[in-house]
């Protein structure tokens, strides 16, 4: 069975940066595609990127777009969310989910088409 971690959360001013990290165990990462969602109080869960399982294919949110990079480590098991540029209007949860997927297979911003979820780390940005 496939957990997932997220880290990497914190108080960040506008425009600063920071690298959320989701590390699996119980399961070989480099099975799944992965999907980085966030969650603001009072607001719908948002599809902010996903990575295929093979790396090859990324997906990004408009409102991250150009600001956010995914990118992926299976030697440590571990899929990156890197953000810069950062706003008020980031200030989130953000989860990661995975789903198993071919090398072939692409990634989705749907939340439903995910089986596995971290618990959510909070990302706050303020002055």
């Known amino acids: 069975q496939l957990q997932l971690v997220e880290s990497g959360g914190a108080l960040v001013q506008p425009g600063g940066s920071l690298r959320l990290s989701c590390t699996g165990s119980g399961s070989i990462l480099d099975y799944y595609a992965i999907g980085w969602f966030r969650q603001a109080p009072g607001k719908e869960r948002e599809g902010v990127s996903c990575i295929s399982s093979s790396g090859r294919y990324t997906k990004y949110g408009d409102s991250v777009k150009g600001r956010f990079t995914i990118s992926r480590d299976d030697a440590y098991n571990t899929v990156y969310l890197q953000m810069t540029s950062l706003k008020v209007e980031d200030t989130a949860i953000y989860y990661c989910?995975?789903?198993?997927?071919?090398?072939?297979?692409?990634?989705?911003?749907?939340?439903?088409?995910?089986?596995?979820w971290g618990q959510g780390t909070q990302v706050t940005v303020s002055s």
């Open positions: 989910a995975a789903h198993r997927s071919p090398p072939t297979g692409r990634a989705t911003m749907t939340s439903g088409d995910y089986d596995y």
